[in-house]
């Protein structure tokens, strides 16, 4: 059902070719300049990351319920039932809350733009929709970088881990992260490393702003009824003690 | 006489360097992008015009609501001069609001997609709509006023007996939309420093919205008295500076709770880079203010209430500004200034701010001098007099 990337960081021998079809597959200039930059930017949607003998990639997790989602005003940002995480520049109003909100620090702005828009990894969308893999898994020579579906892939790295204990970390980073994401890291460091986030929580992370928001239609009637109560109240005493006032005065013109 | 006079050239040639200035800066920003006017990026992709012009915005802007509600809903009449002021202050607050996110946005010219595009899970939809519904309401709140000017007796009617809808619509929008502004911060609980993160954040911005918009009606009748020859109606800002003491004092109980039950008070006394911040933020906006207002002699006296004010708005200045900047600064592993062209453009909306307020206060009837005010001080000084014999009496 839904589609996922498993990454093998064991099986990495970083050569970088997921990098060249990724920019090649988006669009993006890719020369030796470029391929020794070690961080995701605005032409750069996935980086290898090297750290000793060890690797690592930095991409777009695509959340299953994704920070940037929840919280683009206009939508442009959406999960698709697929698994990508898009991105449609042409609803994008530029308040750049996406790139605030994402725990892992994925969004780039194109702040040198006349015309700026968000990029990122969206999991070539275009490829998964029609029923192909990725660019980066599909020229992926050692099988490290995995596309399939994502229940699928959870069990084959269960099964890596469970076969070859002491090869890796026993943990499945995007398992339960955030509320799971589509793409599942699996290696024999810590993922902290590479500058991963690790104070993530269980809970997905719209649930925060969710639980307070889906309050508001609720809100609304009960603190306006109290607001229209309370002028109704004290503009009373005031009709009262006018009134009263009155027939004070008219009983004194009386007397 | 000659005084002011020099005063008032001396800040006419400021408010022309920095108009100059401003417009020179809306070329650099609307020619070049945001990556030449500022020094946004990836790790602070919010800057000076979110954390002060948007977030101090709003937050200063909260003496309308304030104000109405205190004066249309529990009918207190008393604060009825200063309610004009207020809204002027309100409605300008959110135009300028408004303006400064036309810089801020990448793309402007799509700020209307929230219209009819909806996604009501996010909160900056829920902010984007109250901007648009608040300030349409401010617009009717302030209409009576320019009615009133041009002598249009039947609209003015018509305004007047529609006003308590727009004060029940301006309450409720400002609500939300003051809270909302800490909401937004509620999705990144692992980038914002545990001093400002907290589930009740749109508690606290909820409340210290009305401590500002007592502060900043106080401070606006100071410097009104000062700088246009208003008469400083003390006892009335004698009052606003006894429900700053409430306001505050909830404030800073709810804030040590909240630190208490999160296990961040200990963090208050461990020396940090936001320690620091978060030590002249509650001194500021709280700990001071109070301590000062606790002293009846402070509270009564109009410097000290000015003062008061002046710290307690900086303080809370210092807060939104350690939300957006200071508490996210470790997590994303850098330190943000914000670039001189983001600093002119600031500088010309709080200028503009002041000329635009100088020149209402001018030719509209903000102050209710002219015709209401005899019967209103008539009452309000009856009510000072019953209130200040037995107080005297007991010195």
């Not at chain 1, 990351?49 to 991409?59: A, E, L, S």
């Not at chain 1, 970390?169 to 590479?194: A, D, M």
Request: aromatic fraction near 12%; charged fraction near 20%; hydrophobic fraction near 45%.
């Amino acid at each position: 059902m839904s589609k996922g990337i498993l990454y093998d960081a064991t099986m990495c021998i970083g050569c970088r070719q997921c990098e060249q079809a990724c920019a090649t597959e988006n669009g993006l200039p890719y020369d030796d300049k470029i391929a020794a930059e070690e961080f995701t930017s605005v032409h750069k949607f996935t980086a290898v990351m090297t750290r000793g003998d060890k690797f690592m990639r930095r991409i777009c997790m695509n959340c299953d319920d994704p920070a940037c989602a929840s919280v683009c005003p206009v939508g442009a940002m959406k999960k698709t039932a697929l698994g990508p995480v898009t991105y449609d520049k042409s609803k994008c109003m530029g308040c750049r809350y996406c790139v605030a909100a994402c725990p892992f620090r994925v969004p780039r702005y194109e702040y040198e733009k006349a015309i700026p828009g968000v990029r990122k990894c969206i999991m070539c969308s275009k490829r998964v929709a029609a029923g192909k893999q990725t660019a980066c898994a599909e020229i992926c020579p050692t099988g490290a970088t995995k596309f399939g579906e994502r229940d699928e892939l959870l069990e084959e790295a269960r099964k890596r881990i469970h076969d070859k204990p002491d090869a890796y970390l026993h943990h499945i980073f995007g398992e339960t992260e955030v509320g799971g994401t589509s793409v599942l890291l699996i290696s024999s460091v810590p993922v902290s490393l590479f500058g991963y986030p690790t104070d993530l929580t269980e809970r997905a992370l719209p649930m925060y702003t969710y639980q307070v928001l889906s309050r508001i239609p609720d809100f609304i009637p009960l603190f306006g009824t109290m607001l229209g109560g309370i002028y109704w109240i004290t503009h009373r005493r005031q009709d009262v003690a006018e009134a009263e006032a009155k027939e004070k005065e008219s009983k004194g013109g009386a007397r | 006489m000659t005084v002011p006079r020099i005063r008032f050239t001396f800040w006419k040639a400021v408010f022309i360097v920095i108009m100059v200035a401003g417009v020179y800066c809306t070329f650099l920003r609307f020619l070049g992008g945001l990556g030449a006017s500022t020094h946004l990026s990836d790790q602070f992709p919010w800057g000076l015009w979110i954390g002060f012009d948007v977030m101090c915005g709003v937050m200063l802007a909260a003496g309308g609501f304030t104000l109405a509600t205190a004066v249309e809903i529990f009918n207190i009449e008393r604060f009825h001069s200063v309610v004009r002021p207020t809204i002027l202050t309100a409605f300008l607050g959110y135009l300028l609001v408004c303006a400064a996110l036309m810089y801020d946005l990448g793309l402007p010219w799509n700020i209307w997609h929230p219209l009819i595009m909806r996604n009501p899970h996010s909160v900056m939809f829920e902010v984007a709509w109250c901007v648009m519904l608040y300030t349409t309401v401010l617009a009717l709140e302030f209409l009576p006023i320019v009615l009133e000017r041009f002598r249009l007796n039947r609209a003015l009617k018509v305004m007047r007996s529609l006003m308590v809808v727009f004060v029940i619509l301006g309450v409720l929008l400002s609500t939300l939309h003051q809270s909302s502004l800490g909401t937004l911060y509620l999705i990144m609980p692992n980038k914002l420093h545990p001093f400002w993160w907290s589930p009740l954040l749109p508690v606290f911005f909820f409340i210290s919205a009305i401590a500002v918009g007592l502060a900043m009606t106080i401070f606006e009748s100071s410097m009104s008295s000062k700088y246009f020859g208003r008469e400083l109606e003390l006892p009335i800002l004698r009052d606003l500076g006894r429900a700053l003491v409430v306001v505050l004092a909830l404030y800073g109980i709810l804030k040590f709770e909240d630190l208490y039950h999160r296990n961040a008070l200990k963090l208050v006394f461990v020396s940090s880079y936001e320690q620091r911040f978060f030590l002249l933020e509650i001194f500021l906006s709280v700990l001071i203010p109070l301590g000062m207002l606790l002293f009846p002699k402070i509270r009564e006296s109009a410097q000290g209430l000015y003062l008061a004010a002046v710290l307690c708005l900086l303080g809370f200045v210092t807060n939104r500004l350690n939300v957006t900047i200071t508490g996210v600064e470790n997590a994303v592993g850098g330190r943000y200034t914000p670039k001189w062209t983001e600093v002119v453009i600031t500088a010309m909306f709080v200028a503009l701010g002041f000329a635009i307020f100088g020149l209402a206060t001018k030719y509209l009837p903000i102050f209710p001098e002219e015709k209401e005010h005899t019967p209103a001080i008539g009452r309000e000084q009856a009510a000072v007099t019953e209130i200040a014999v037995p107080v005297h009496a007991g010195d």
